[in-house]
Structures are given as C-alpha cells and as structure tokens.
C-alpha cells in the first residue's frame, strides 16, 4: 500500500505542477497584436526609410550619370544603374528599420525580449538551436507564493493506507 501511496502523491504533485500557470508570463501572445505591430513595421519601414532612400539615392545616381561622372550604357542607357540604385535604396532602408521593429515586438512580451520573435537575436535558426525550452523568464513574489501554495496543497490531500 506505501508504493500506492507514494505514487499518487507523486501524481497530485505533477498535476499541480502542470496545472499551475505564471500570471505574468502569458506564453499567448495575442495574435492581433502582432498583426497589428508587424504591419505597423512594414509601412513606417517603407515610408519612412525605403522610399526615401531609394529616392535618394535614384537622384544621386541620375545626378551623376547626367554630369557625366558615370557613364549611361550604350544599349539600355541609364535605366540599370537607376534601377540598381533604387533596389539598393530600398534594401537598405528596410535593412535600417529592423532595429525598430524589434523594439516594437519586444513591447509585446517576454517572448520577445529573449529572441522568440519573428526570428531575430537569439531565437534565429532551426528549433533544436534555440538554447532551450521556452519557460516564465521572471522571478517574482506572487509566482513563488501560488507555486508554494500549489505544491503544499497537493502534499496535504489525504492518502489511502
């Protein structure tokens, strides 16, 4: 009857364990939420960075082929160098805007702050390289006490002899 014993007890104490969830560490992050700042990053990016840049840097361009500086091509004229500036402009402005981004994201929750957001930092690469198993990443008071509380009210239920 004491293996019974010890085997329930050991039952109620992985049920309470498993049943016991962080109030703070909310591993859901609500997906609207990141829709919302995801499109949010994707518009001010192109406003704000690749279009200005890629204009820029068009301009710069058609100033230096029309001075003479750089050359036009004989068969498509400066069409390609115009194109390759403002390919380059807008790679580059939404390059410079991922910072950014990854401060909005990181304002969303714990989950970001450690690199398990849309793949940047830390969590970037193929799942069996991301340094562990996602868990509450605080320490806290109230976490403690409802983690005491569980685990003691699991060892105080009454077992059969």
């Given at each position: 009857m004491s293996t019974q014993a010890t085997e329930n007890t050991e039952g109620a104490q992985v049920k309470a364990k498993a049943a016991w969830v962080c109030p703070i560490g909310d591993?859901?992050?609500?997906?609207?939420?990141?829709?919302?700042?995801?499109?949010?990053?994707q518009e001010e990016s192109f406003w704000y960075r690749a279009l200005p840049l890629s204009l820029g840097s068009m301009a710069v361009t058609g100033g230096l082929i029309y001075k003479g500086v750089w050359k036009q091509s004989k068969r498509f004229g400066p069409f390609p160098k115009l194109a390759l500036a403002g390919i380059l402009g807008y790679?580059?402005?939404?390059?410079?805007y991922i910072g950014t981004c990854k401060e909005k994201f990181q304002k969303l929750g714990p989950e970001f702050s450690k690199g398990y957001g849309p793949r940047w930092g830390p969590g970037f690469g193929?799942?069996?390289f991301r340094g562990g198993h996602?868990?509450?990443?605080?320490?806290?008071?109230?976490?403690?006490?409802?983690?005491?509380q569980e685990a003691g009210a699991a060892t105080a239920t009454p077992t059969q002899s």
């Amino acid at each position: 009857m004491s293996t019974q014993a010890t085997e329930n007890t050991e039952g109620a104490q992985v049920k309470a364990k498993a049943a016991w969830v962080c109030p703070i560490g909310d591993k859901h992050i609500h997906r609207e939420d990141v829709r919302r700042v995801w499109k949010e990053c994707q518009e001010e990016s192109f406003w704000y960075r690749a279009l200005p840049l890629s204009l820029g840097s068009m301009a710069v361009t058609g100033g230096l082929i029309y001075k003479g500086v750089w050359k036009q091509s004989k068969r498509f004229g400066p069409f390609p160098k115009l194109a390759l500036a403002g390919i380059l402009g807008y790679s580059i402005g939404k390059a410079s805007y991922i910072g950014t981004c990854k401060e909005k994201f990181q304002k969303l929750g714990p989950e970001f702050s450690k690199g398990y957001g849309p793949r940047w930092g830390p969590g970037f690469g193929p799942p069996g390289f991301r340094g562990g198993h996602r868990h509450c990443n605080h320490e806290c008071q109230e976490c403690r006490k409802l983690e005491n509380q569980e685990a003691g009210a699991a060892t105080a239920t009454p077992t059969q002899s």
